[in-house]
């Protein structure tokens, strides 16, 4: 029923030992070391919440959790790790959604999970500094007073950290206007796999002194180092947000929606996101959002949601609504219907129906998740290929897959192919790997457009990175890391 990789801890590594424990626990107050092993001898139920992940797919064998409180301390710990070759695994929210944030095998988890302070806020510059584990949610809350927002937004929220968006070089839903982490993020400061702090925590928006270090840091996955503070640019919040909801006949409508809605709201178009009919229905028979009117709803074979932030009120909403009359009021209407948000709680609800999917998907079944970069062309084919070619292998029905569903962020190009199972089984894996890695491969896309390789794609870097780049990735991986300790097995084949 488990995932796992064909993977074994490198030989060179060591599990962690009673004498470990000792150790740690003079780094650390007694409450901050969790493990099986004595002194502490914790019940093994202790460590189920970091030894699996959020879809319920890996489980590691880690024996013990620290949680350091300073980066001095996290410093300490990967130090003695360093010296007697233990595997580290650094573990945010845990909402990961590729296996990256549980051991493999037995390797120690260390937790962000009391770094949570917030360093300093600039409201002049916007410039936030904070711990790497505070929680994207609590980091929002804290700036909005100061009218700002965070440059990124997903369904995790609630309980990612700041330190695993960076790790993972999250996208989510605000990319298309904010751009992504490579850009926002100003400053880093990082525990190297030897102990050592790297300081490079600036608030500077330019800074051209050689190479940029800190962006191999932003989506490595925690194999180079632990990234204890984080120093981000927060954009103003905009002084008004609009969202509607279009119903459209078909997927080929999509396309020239979104060159329309780019023409016609410049500026102002802050999301333009997609989910097709079933992914709406679950969302909607999982709570998620409320439901369109049937009206809304006869005839669509997929929803667009479309955000716009800007500037002034009454400018966007004119801009909003003159949209929709020209959507509305074409001869060859691209779209069936509008349900523009009249409240902020019908705001809201809006953008529940997208971003609560995942969530809804969890509850209806256990989820292959493929999240690749392909032409916006081919999202609908992607979807019913895959969807054809499981029918074809006799695996389409209640007892196998339940579901072929098609969401995403249209403006970023990304989708997600997510496959709805009754269960994870080896015969439903075959089927679809390496069959969706070849499409991606065909369109030259990308396997991981957002969500990173973990350890469930280490085996399918090669379809989208060439020998060249794998072999300087290696490299760049023995600098940092020549022990290996870093996150043992994730991301590099
Ligand atoms: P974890 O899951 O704990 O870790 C992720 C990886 O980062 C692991 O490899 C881990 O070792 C490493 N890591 C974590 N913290 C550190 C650190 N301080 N230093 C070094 N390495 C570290 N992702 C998107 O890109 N866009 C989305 O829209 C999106 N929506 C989601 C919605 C839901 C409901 C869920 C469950 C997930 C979603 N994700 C999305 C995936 C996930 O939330 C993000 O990847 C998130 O950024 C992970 O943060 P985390 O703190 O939970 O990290
Ligand atoms: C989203 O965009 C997330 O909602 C999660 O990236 C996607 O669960 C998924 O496949
Ligand atoms: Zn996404």
């Given at each position: ?5 064909a993977?074994?801890?490198a ?9 470990d424990?000792?150790?740690f ?23 189920d919440?970091f ?17 350091p409180?300073?980066t001095?301390?996290?410093s300490?710990i990967v130090?003695?790790?360093?010296e007697?070759r ?8 845990n909402t990961?959604?590729v296996g ?33 584990g505070?929680i994207?949610q ?10 700002h927002?965070?440059p990124?937004?997903l ?12 790790s ?7 990319l ?15 525990v ?10 600036t ?5 051209n002194?050689?190479y940029d270090l ?8 925690g194999t ?25 006949p ?10 329309l809605?780019k ?15 079933t992914?709406y229905?679950?969302a909607?028979?999982?709570g998620q959002?409320?439901a ?20 002034r009120?009454?400018?966007?909403e ?5 949209l ?19 409240s902020?709680?019908?705001?809201s609800?809006?953008?529940a129906?997208?971003e ?9 079944g ?11 062309s081919s999202?609908q084919?992607?979807?019913d290929g895959t969807?054809?070619h499981?029918?074809s292998k006799?695996?389409?029905n ?15 190009g ?5 496959v ?6 080896p ?40 020998e ?8 760049i ?12 097995g994730?991301?590099?084949p």
């Open positions: 029923r488990v995932c796992r990789a993977y074994a801890t030989p060179s590594l060591n599990p962690v030992i009673e004498q424990i000792h150790h626990s003079k780094i650390l107050p007694s409450t901050s070391v969790v493990s099986t092993l004595s002194p502490v001898a914790s019940p093994a139920s202790d460590l919440q030894n699996n992940d959020w879809m319920g797919k890996y489980k590691g064998q880690a024996t013990t959790v620290v949680k409180k300073s001095h301390e996290v300490q130090r003695h790790c360093w007697r233990i595997g580290v695994v650094p573990q945010g929210g990961g959604l990256g944030s549980i051991p493999l095998k037995d390797e120690l988890v260390l937790s962000l999970a009391n770094m949570n302070k917030v360093r300093s806020f600039d409201p002049i510059s916007g410039v936030l500094v904070a711990d790497a505070c994207l609590s980091l929002t809350d804290y700036i909005a007073p100061h009218n927002i965070m990124l937004d369904g995790a929220k609630g309980s990612c950290q700041i330190g695993g968006n960076v993972t070089n999250a996208g989510g839903l605000r298309l206007r904010y751009g992504s982490l490579h850009g926002t993020v100003l400053g880093l400061e990082v190297l796999p030897d102990g050592t702090i790297l300081d490079q925590l608030t500077l928006r330019k800074d002194t050689g800190k962006q191999l840091f932003i989506g490595s996955e180079l180092g632990v990234i204890t503070g984080v120093s981000i640019l927060t954009p103003p919040a905009p002084q008004a947000s609009n969202n509607v909801i279009l119903a459209l078909k997927f080929d409508n999509v396309l020239p929606l979104y060159k809605v023409q016609q709201l410049s500026e102002i178009l802050s999301a333009f996101e997609f989910i097709d009919r992914a229905e679950l909607v028979k999982h959002g409320r369109l009117s049937d009206e809304d709803v006869r005839g669509a074979a997929c929803f667009v949601l479309v955000e716009t932030s800007g500037g009120r009454e400018h966007d004119e801009k909003l609504n003159h929709l009359e020209t959507l509305l009021e074409a001869e060859k209407p691209l779209i069936n219907t509008g349900v523009l948000s009249q902020p709680a019908q705001f609800s809006l953008w129906l997208r609560g999917v995942t969530e809804a998907i969890s509850k209806e256990k989820a292959y998740k493929y999240d690749i970069s392909v032409p916006l999202f084919d992607v979807v969807r054809e499981l029918r006799g695996l389409l209640d007892s196998a897959v339940k579901h072929v569903i098609g969401y995403g962020h249209v403006g970023d990304n989708l997600h192919l997510n709805v199972a009754e269960s994870y089984s015969e439903i894996q075959a089927a679809l790997e390496p069959y969706v890695y070849e499409v991606v491969a065909s369109h030259r896309g990308s396997v991981s457009a957002e969500h990173g390789i973990g350890s469930m794609k280490t085996h399918a870097l090669h379809y989208s990175k060439d060249v780049s794998i072999a300087l990735m290696k490299k991986k023995e600098i940092f890391d020549p022990r290996g300790i870093m996150n043992p994730k991301v590099l």
